[in-house]
């Protein structure tokens, strides 16, 4: 059995950690499947996908956007294809996306090439209407099925676009749960540290991290931001920092291979994001046992967390309660560890509800049976 999958880069993010994730379960499950990846970008993390499955990068046109391909290129081992025939010469018998951004050209594939199509949908409203353009009902009648990484997303698609909830399943993850053992004891640090992480754009917060830090200069917190940023946003991210005097208390620290055994170092984290459907840092920090900020109905954390008691959900840009619930947790470190192993237990239990791999799994196989 034939499966291509497609994903969008080999960051070191949620989505493409997601995928390989992925990708290993079924491996595990299904050896005899022969399983090929194409990515649209590369990143820290090729190196595993290429060890895990044989994995492809495509090199588009110069100048083309991602709503403009018609032929898209496969660039491996000095050869070079265009993707209809690729395809066509592989012959998958299902291709499954785990992003909305190949939609656009890979339906007049499916239809050329007869194959079944699954998109696992882990992008909202913002980044589907930059490449889906308004045309989501049309496209989305055309996929077989679909997984949503959280609940609002599924009745989005029902309501919003018509499509039949019997072609979605709530989906998150997957997570490889022995990668995440129980909280380490770390040296205490003399300052209150916040982990916030992503990549630092607009929809990720950064602008709203760098302003609370900005307004809680004076205090004995220190703010981390972790996650890839390019050379030219790190310029203009600095110049902001310097400009506002905070660059003692708002630290870029970049790309890590293990955020998760830095997070041990933290002690609290703050999900800036405006939009996030299934923020996997964020499990990970819940799982780290660190309290989470964030904004009620903007993110996915609500799906995992249920802490409405502990009004560490504020509202929209609310600085004044952020900065209430820093000093609170600042000041109160039992509090701090029960939140700490409360979130760290409704993760996990969340999570074992919840087998991504063998339901995607499933899903393919029915697919192809014509069942």
């Known amino acids: 059995m034939k499966i291509l999958f497609f994903g969008n880069d080999a960051s070191r993010s949620g989505a493409p950690i997601s995928l390989l994730t992925l ?18 970008s590369g990143g820290p993390i090729l190196e595993k996908y290429s060890q895990n499955v044989k994995t492809l990068i495509y090199t588009p046109p110069p100048k083309s956007k991602y ?8 660039k491996a081992n000095n050869e070079v294809s265009d993707l209809p ?38 992008e909202m409203e913002m980044v589907s209407s930059q490449f889906l353009k308004g045309r989501e009902k049309k496209y989305f009648k055309e996929i077989d099925h679909f997984f949503v990484v959280n609940s609002r997303i599924e009745k989005d698609l029902v309501k919003r676009f018509g499509v039949d909830k019997n072609k979605t399943t709530v989906a998150p993850g997957p997570f490889d749960l022995y990668a995440y053992p129980s ?22 917060g950064i602008d709203i991290s760098i ?47 293990d955020v998760y055994s830095r997070f041990f170092e933290m002690n609290a984290f703050f999900m800036s994001s405006r939009e996030d459907p299934f923020p996997r840092v964020a499990i990970e920090a819940a799982l780290a046992e660190l309290p989470i900020i964030y904004f009620k109905q903007l993110t996915g954390v609500e799906d995992f967390l249920n802490n409405d008691s502990l009004d560490l959900g504020i509202d929209y ?54 069942n």
């Not at 709503?67 to 496969?74: E, T």
């Not at 004076?218 to 390019?230: A, L, P, Q, T, Y």
């Open 23 to 40: 990708i290993q379960g079924i491996k595990n499950i299904e050896p005899q499947w022969e399983i090929t990846v194409i990515l649209l």
């Open 85 to 122: 025939a690729f395809i066509n010469n592989y012959k998958p018998e299902l291709i499954y996306i785990n992003t909305i951004v190949p939609i656009p050209f890979l339906i007049p594939i499916k239809f050329n090439c007869k194959v079944k199509l699954i998109c696992h949908i882990r």
């Open 183 to 204: 909280k380490q004891i770390v040296k205490k640090e003399s300052k209150f540290n916040i982990a916030m992480a992503g990549t630092p754009t607009f929809r990720k």
């Open 317 to 370: 840009l609310d600085y004044n309660s952020i900065i209430s619930i820093i000093n609170n947790l600042s000041k109160d470190e039992v509090l701090r560890r029960d939140i700490g192993r409360r979130n760290r237990i409704e993760a996990i239990d969340y999570l074992n509800r919840i087998d991504t791999v063998l339901q995607v799994r499933n899903c393919i196989l029915k697919l192809i049976e014509g």
């Open 211 to 257: 302003h609370l830090a900005s307004l809680m200069k004076d205090k004995n917190v220190c703010f981390h931001w972790f996650g890839e940023i390019s050379n030219d946003k790190l310029i203009e991210l600095e110049f902001e920092i310097c400009k506002r005097n905070i660059d003692g208390t708002f630290k870029l620290i970049g790309n890590v291979d």
């Open 67 to 74: 709503l403009r391909f018609r032929k898209l290129f496969i």
